[in-house]
């Protein structure tokens, strides 16, 4: 369930790219692409690949034309995206890419060499748009990539392919992950180049145990035929994991030996310990609350534990902290000593640690550390994001990596949503800039002065229109909630609007941001506002704002219930607003969202009159192991067990009242259908009345097929205005 397009933790896609633009990256990890000085960087443009100045905007070298992309008698390459070697003369290409589950991490790969002038296609005897995650060795002179399952090098100048696994299968996954480990922990590429170019670290996922979900495919041939998944729901063993290193040139393969239970154990981050003799990786035990750091000797297996973590709840990935990448590993010191942030204290800090396990704390005081964005070394500085004052924005601070007083980099006279790219000399960044009512803005700066260099000059767009307002609510509990409200256009204060609320609720997503898109509804065909609807929503306990762990992990094993009162409480006071009709209230949400529209609606029909839920988990014991488990804990035995029940949407259907469209995908490989389903035999027990729109072999975005986002957006737009009629009274 975590956030990028879509997943099950579904924010609509507008709000989803705005929120995480400056991060953005696809799984083949593609960022900008920087020049080795810093200044310059490179980007394709379709069948190009152009070298720009930061410095210059008008500066701009073609550095691999069309042409030089034509294979003999075949169309250009289409540059999804691209790689260059460390020493700038071989560029791979990433081309012909195929769907799997969520990202296009299958297709083909070609080498453009720039000193001989030659383009060649690697992995061209494998099956077309198999090759994953191919990379150049450091030297130079191989590529490595995935195919099928196994692991294969190519020798660059005599094209001489290798295959370094042998056993990969649709269940023994070599060199990447199954769907669990991409779903939950942003896992996909799973090999790593030695820096002597001499040897691969891997992963082996083994699914072999790990029951199969089978979804029905009915629309896609005559006869319908299963799509089976491996999906190890709560309470199932997860897929087992092990780490293997296999020397290039002879092939032996050393295994790893990591102490514990392969399949009761995680490993969701594992790379070269800066040198090519040792790797480093984290384990987690199956509950998540539980870390330790490993390093593991190449020569002959061993692993020794160098750092050891507990929380009561749960503890967060880097993926969390790195904009959903959990690759790379922050080394300083050369190598002596790495950066590793943690919630032990309260709050997201960053730490260092040397190999010994000693650790020093940098970042001290009452906030946390939304994102680590670059450890500038030749300076002696770290840059991360941060917001210690509003929790609803993000904004530039530094901090010496010896530790000290944050400062603030951010210029004060721009409050919202801040995103960086910093180039790796640290005195450059693609900045932009947004918020709710200001649309994103792009510029270039020179750090540590933020100094406009090129781009649009940033500039807060004051004389917005109906601008969407924030507020905090308290309930009868004393939780403090912030909440973004969009009023009709030409309000009246006088007359009462129904009522809209937006939900997500769960700790994948936060829904208030001062952002731009922040207020808008992907789903509704026309305008909100000029139709009369007064819509909101509200961040509750649980959600994933920078308001320290606490509030973050107040959740835990409480999901379905903790945030199911805060909204509720929420929206009774904001009943009591003069301007709010009670008796037009409404609710919606995709996925999370869903489940928690549902409960909504079922725990609380007093005060939620319409509600849309969309691919909502209405029985938490069907969705994945990780993610549930991570937050709820995992379910051993019938006392474990009821607390997944307890807030499980399913448990008080037979209390629906209000008016209820629910809408899923039969093949949703996420939140499977037999969550609809389930929910729809409890409905019909009860006699409870109710619409139901379900999109045949639709995933979890429901948008596949001619006319389905515009069908949905029109469906859902019509059943809000039919049950929960717009304008003032």
Same mark, same amino acid.
């Given at each position: 369930?975590?956030?990028?397009?879509?997943?099950?933790?579904?924010?609509?896609?507008?709000?989803?790219?705005?929120?995480?633009?400056?991060?953005?990256t696809?799984?083949?990890?593609?960022?900008?692409?920087?020049?080795?000085?810093?200044?310059?960087?490179y980007?394709?443009?379709?069948?190009?690949?152009?070298?720009?100045?930061?410095?210059?905007?008008?500066?701009?070298?073609?550095?691999?034309?069309?042409e030089?992309?034509?294979p003999?008698?075949?169309?250009?390459? $289409?540059? /999804?995206?691209f790689? %260059?070697?460390?020493?700038? #003369? @071989?560029?791979?290409?990433?081309? +012909? =890419?195929?769907?799997?589950?969520r990202?296009?991490?299958?297709?083909?790969?070609?080498?453009?060499?720039?000193?001989?002038?030659?383009?060649?296609?690697?992995?061209?005897?494998?099956?077309?748009?198999?090759?994953?995650?191919?990379k150049?060795?450091p030297?130079?002179?191989?590529?490595?990539?995935v195919?099928?399952?196994?692991?294969?090098?190519?020798?660059?100048?005599?094209?001489?392919?290798?295959?370094?696994?042998?056993?990969?299968?649709?269940?023994?996954?070599?060199?990447?992950?199954?769907?669990?480990?991409?779903?939950?922990?942003?896992?996909?590429?799973?090999?790593?180049?030695?820096?002597?170019?001499? $040897?691969? /670290?891997?992963?082996? %996922?083994n699914?072999?145990? #790990? @029951?199969k979900?089978?979804?029905? +495919? =009915?629309?896609?041939?005559?006869?319908?035929?299963?799509?089976?998944?491996?999906?190890?729901?709560?309470?199932?063993?997860?897929?087992?994991?092990?780490?293997?290193?296999?020397?290039?040139?002879?092939?032996?393969?050393?295994?790893?030996?990591?102490?514990?239970?392969?399949?009761?154990?995680?490993i969701p981050?594992?790379?070269?310990?800066?040198?090519?003799?040792?790797?480093?990786?984290?384990?987690?035990?199956?509950?998540?609350?539980?870390?330790?750091?490993?390093?593991?000797?190449?020569?002959?297996?061993?692993?020794?534990?160098?750092?050891?973590?507990?929380?009561?709840?749960?503890?967060?990935?880097?993926?969390?902290?790195?904009?959903?990448?959990?690759?790379?590993?922050?080394?300083i010191?050369k190598?002596k000593?790495?950066?590793?942030?943690?919630?032990?204290?309260?709050?997201?800090?960053i730490?260092?640690?040397?190999?010994?396990?000693?650790?020093?704390l940098?970042?001290?005081?009452?906030?946390?550390?939304?994102?680590?964005?670059?450890?500038?070394?030749?300076?002696?500085?770290?840059?991360?994001?941060?917001?210690?004052?509003?929790?609803?924005?993000?904004?530039?601070y530094?901090i010496?990596?010896?530790?000290?007083?944050?400062?603030?980099?951010?210029?004060?006279?721009?409050?919202g949503?801040?995103?960086?790219?910093?180039?790796?000399?640290?005195?450059?960044?693609?900045?932009?800039?947004?918020?709710?009512?200001t649309?994103?803005?792009?510029?270039?700066?020179?750090?540590p002065?933020?100094?406009?260099?090129?781009?649009?000059e940033?500039?807060?767009k004051e004389?917005?229109?109906?601008?969407?307002?924030?507020?905090?609510?308290?309930?009868?509990?004393?939780?403090?909630?912030?909440?973004?409200?969009?009023?009709?256009?030409?309000f009246?204060?006088?007359?009462k609007?129904?009522?809209?609320?937006?939900?997500?609720?769960?700790p994948?997503?936060?829904?208030?941001?001062?952002?731009?898109?922040?207020?808008?509804?992907?789903?509704?065909v026309?305008?909100?506002?000029?139709?009369?609807?007064?819509?909101?929503?509200?961040?509750?306990?649980?959600?994933?704002a920078p308001?320290?762990?606490?509030?973050?992990k107040?959740?835990?094993?409480?999901?379905?219930?903790?945030?199911?009162?805060?909204?509720?409480?929420?929206?009774?006071?904001i009943?009591?607003?003069s301007?709010?009709?009670?008796?037009?209230?409404?609710?919606?949400?995709w996925?999370?969202?869903?489940?928690?529209?549902?409960?909504?609606?079922?725990?609380?029909?007093?005060?939620?009159?319409?509600?849309?839920?969309?691919?909502?988990?209405?029985?938490?014991?069907?969705?994945?192991?990780?993610?549930?488990?991570?937050?709820?804990?995992?379910?051993?035995?019938?006392?474990?067990?009821?607390?997944?029940?307890?807030g499980?949407?399913?448990?008080?259907?037979?209390?629906?009242?209000?008016?209820?469209?629910?809408?899923?995908?039969?093949?949703?490989?996420?939140?499977?259908?037999?969550?609809?389903?389930?929910?729809?035999?409890?409905?019909?027990?009860?006699?409870?009345?109710?619409?139901?729109?379900?999109?045949?072999?639709?995933s979890?975005?429901?948008?596949?097929?001619?006319?389905?986002?515009?069908?949905?957006?029109?469906?859902?737009t019509?059943?809000?205005?039919?049950?929960?009629?717009?304008?003032?009274?």
């Amino acid at each position: 369930m975590n956030i990028k397009i879509y997943r099950s933790a579904f924010i609509p896609t507008l709000f989803l790219l705005l929120m995480f633009s400056h991060q953005a990256t696809n799984a083949q990890g593609r960022r900008t692409h920087w020049a080795t000085d810093g200044y310059q960087y490179y980007r394709s443009g379709g069948a190009e690949i152009d070298e720009l100045d930061t410095r210059d905007a008008s500066k701009k070298t073609v550095l691999v034309t069309k042409e030089m992309l034509t294979p003999a008698g075949k169309q250009p390459l $289409s540059v /999804a995206n691209f790689f %260059i070697s460390d020493d700038g #003369t @071989k560029i791979l290409i990433f081309t +012909n =890419t195929k769907r799997v589950w969520r990202y296009n991490t299958k297709g083909d790969y070609w080498v453009y060499d720039l000193t001989a002038k030659t383009l060649k296609q690697i992995g061209k005897d494998r099956p077309a748009s198999s090759l994953m995650f191919a990379k150049l060795s450091p030297d130079g002179t191989k590529a490595a990539y995935v195919s099928e399952h196994n692991v294969f090098t190519e020798d660059l100048a005599t094209g001489t392919v290798k295959q370094l696994t042998n056993d990969g299968s649709t269940t023994l996954i070599n060199g990447t992950f199954d769907w669990a480990y991409e779903e939950e922990f942003d896992c996909r590429d799973g090999f790593r180049w030695s820096p002597d170019s001499h $040897s691969i /670290a891997y992963w082996q %996922i083994n699914a072999a145990n #790990t @029951k199969k979900y089978l979804m029905l +495919n =009915t629309t896609d041939s005559i006869y319908p035929y299963v799509v089976p998944v491996e999906y190890p729901v709560a309470g199932e063993d997860p897929s087992a994991c092990k780490i293997a290193v296999v020397d290039v040139s002879t092939g032996k393969i050393t295994w790893i030996n990591v102490p514990g239970d392969t399949k009761q154990h995680y490993i969701p981050r594992m790379e070269w310990a800066a040198n090519s003799n040792e790797i480093i990786l984290e384990q987690l035990n199956r509950a998540q609350n539980e870390s330790k750091i490993f390093v593991g000797n190449v020569s002959n297996g061993t692993a020794r534990v160098i750092h050891e973590e507990q929380d009561k709840a749960w503890i967060d990935g880097k993926s969390r902290w790195n904009g959903g990448d959990p690759t790379g590993w922050e080394w300083i010191n050369k190598g002596k000593d790495f950066i590793w942030v943690s919630e032990k204290d309260g709050w997201r800090h960053i730490y260092k640690i040397d190999r010994d396990g000693k650790e020093t704390l940098i970042t001290k005081g009452n906030y946390d550390v939304i994102t680590l964005d670059l450890i500038d070394e030749a300076s002696g500085y770290l840059y991360f994001m941060a917001s210690p004052d509003n929790a609803t924005q993000k904004y530039l601070y530094r901090i010496k990596i010896s530790g000290g007083k944050a400062e603030r980099v951010t210029p004060a006279d721009e409050p919202g949503t801040h995103g960086y790219e910093i180039s790796p000399n640290g005195k450059i960044a693609l900045h932009n800039f947004s918020n709710i009512y200001t649309p994103y803005q792009s510029e270039v700066i020179s750090l540590p002065d933020h100094k406009h260099l090129s781009g649009t000059e940033i500039k807060v767009k004051e004389d917005a229109k109906n601008k969407p307002e924030f507020f905090k609510v308290k309930t009868v509990d004393g939780v403090e909630m912030d909440g973004w409200m969009v009023k009709p256009t030409n309000f009246d204060p006088a007359k009462k609007y129904p009522v809209v609320f937006y939900v997500y609720s769960e700790p994948a997503g936060a829904t208030v941001t001062d952002s731009y898109g922040t207020g808008m509804n992907g789903e509704y065909v026309g305008n909100m506002a000029n139709d009369g609807y007064i819509y909101i929503s509200l961040d509750n306990r649980g959600t994933p704002a920078p308001k320290g762990s606490e509030w973050r992990k107040s959740i835990y094993k409480k999901i379905g219930i903790v945030n199911i009162e805060d909204q509720a409480m929420g929206a009774k006071e904001i009943m009591k607003w003069s301007f709010v009709d009670s008796t037009r209230v409404a609710v919606w949400g995709w996925s999370g969202g869903g489940s928690c529209t549902l409960n909504l609606m079922f725990q609380h029909p007093e005060i939620y009159k319409t509600g849309i839920a969309v691919a909502a988990v209405g029985w938490q014991l069907t969705y994945d192991n990780i993610y549930q488990e991570r937050y709820m804990g995992v379910p051993i035995d019938d006392a474990s067990r009821a607390v997944f029940i307890k807030g499980s949407p399913i448990t008080y259907a037979k209390n629906l009242k209000g008016n209820l469209l629910y809408v899923h995908g039969t093949g949703d490989d996420n939140v499977h259908y037999k969550n609809a389903e389930m929910l729809i035999n409890e409905l019909v027990k009860y006699n409870r009345q109710f619409q139901l729109m379900s999109y045949p072999n639709r995933s979890h975005g429901i948008y596949e097929g001619p006319g389905t986002s515009l069908h949905l957006r029109t469906l859902y737009t019509q059943y809000l205005k039919d049950h929960c009629p717009p304008g003032g009274r």
